[in-house]
């Protein structure tokens, strides 16, 4: 699949581009930048005024990569005496409000990496000289609504991201990376223990049922072992996994990724614990003949008296966090089931 490039990589040849055309009044219309590999990269710039600009592309990932197409704009400010490279965030360009981030907070959301692509972009052109960076994103504080930004702390527009500055279609790496620093985040707010959901309803329904307005939850999409390992490292004590029964029972069942392409045992797990609890053959051969989750779960609220109900929900319940403690041991685990309109199945 075509490879594009990242926020980063553009910042820096918009930014090279500036440099030159501040040196020499070359406009140029092509320029090259390295990653911290070496690989070089070369890419078209267009001049606006003093500034120039780079038009994103994320190759082959553009369905999944909401800065495809966007601008990424550059602006040099010489303060007229040697010193460092400082950073500032213009429209689009979003600030670090919340620690736990590679980045100070108040400063702008420019990651390391492409800081620094930038800063030697830059000192080809101006060895010495001390420069102020204005980066600019036209349109960025909207796109940022649809991104991890939010919830990062990350306020006012978009992140100039990249490691490699290249962007390959669905990058696995990059999504758990997110979640990485968002547990960092979570971690220097000094939170001990946190919420798992699997996803943005997830969250609202857990929000709904505990009356919660912490920033302490945590979306974990499939990747529900992956934040389990890491909060584990970082030292939280207590994890309360919460979400539809559709993925916590694939945890009760040892699974931790929880894509439908990689694990599906909703309805087993559902049959293995009605065996349990000793419900009828009848039942159980009713709910294995199920398509969907909902209409099992449907069909169990009715035929279950309330004590056997609630009793059917803890024995999975504790299902779930003894497989969650046979991946980690340092860490306590809590399980809630939701329905989507933030109702709690059983007893929490």
């Known amino acids: 699949m075509r490879e594009g490039v990242t926020t980063g990589t553009c910042a820096a040849a918009a930014s090279k581009a500036a440099a030159i055309f501040a040196k020499s009044g070359e406009i140029p219309a092509r320029v090259c930048v390295k990653n911290l590999e070496g690989r070089e990269f070369c890419l078209e710039v267009f001049r606006i005024g003093d500034s120039f600009g780079v038009v994103k592309d994320s190759g082959d990932d553009k369905a999944h990569d909401v800065t495809h197409g966007l601008t990424i704009i550059s602006a040099l400010t010489f303060t007229g005496k040697s010193g460092e490279i400082f950073f500032q965030a213009g429209e689009g360009v979003g600030i670090v409000t919340l620690p736990g981030l590679k980045i100070p907070v108040g400063e702008p959301a420019i990651n390391p990496v492409p800081r620094i692509m ?18 600019s994103i036209p349109n960025g504080s909207e796109i940022a609504k649809h991104t991890f930004n ?31 620093l968002e547990l960092n985040m979570i971690h220097a707010l000094e939170y001990r223990e946190i919420f798992l959901t699997f996803g943005n309803l997830g969250e609202k329904s857990l929000r709904k049922a505990r009356n919660l307005q912490s920033r302490n939850i945590i979306q974990a999409g499939n990747y529900a072992g992956f934040v389990i390992d890491e909060a584990a490292k970082l030292g939280f004590a207590r994890i309360i996994l ?26 087993e797990v559902l049959c293995t614990h009605l065996a349990i609890l000793g419900a009828d053959y009848e039942l159980i ?64």
């Open 242 to 267: 919460a979400g539809h029964p559709g993925k916590l029972l694939k945890i009760a069942a040892g699974n931790f990724n929880t894509h439908s392409k990689v694990s599906d045992s909703r309805i």
């Open 118 to 135: 930038i800063a030697n972009s830059i000192r080809e052109i101006f060895p010495v000289e001390e420069i102020i960076v204005k980066i």
């Open 285 to 348: 051969r009713e709910i294995y003949d199920c398509n969907l989750t909902d209409e099992a779960l449907r069909i169990i609220a009715q035929k279950l008296d309330q004590e056997s109900y609630a009793k059917f929900w803890q024995n999975i319940s504790e299902a779930v966090c003894r497989k969650c403690r046979e991946r980690v041991s340092n860490v306590e685990f809590a399980a809630i089931f939701l329905d989507h309109e933030g109702a709690i199945f059983g007893n929490e």
């Open 150 to 180: 939010a919830r990062l702390g990350i306020v006012g527009g978009l992140s100039i991201l990249g490691t490699s500055g290249v962007v390959r279609a669905w990058d696995e790496k990059a999504y758990l990376e997110s979640l990485r």
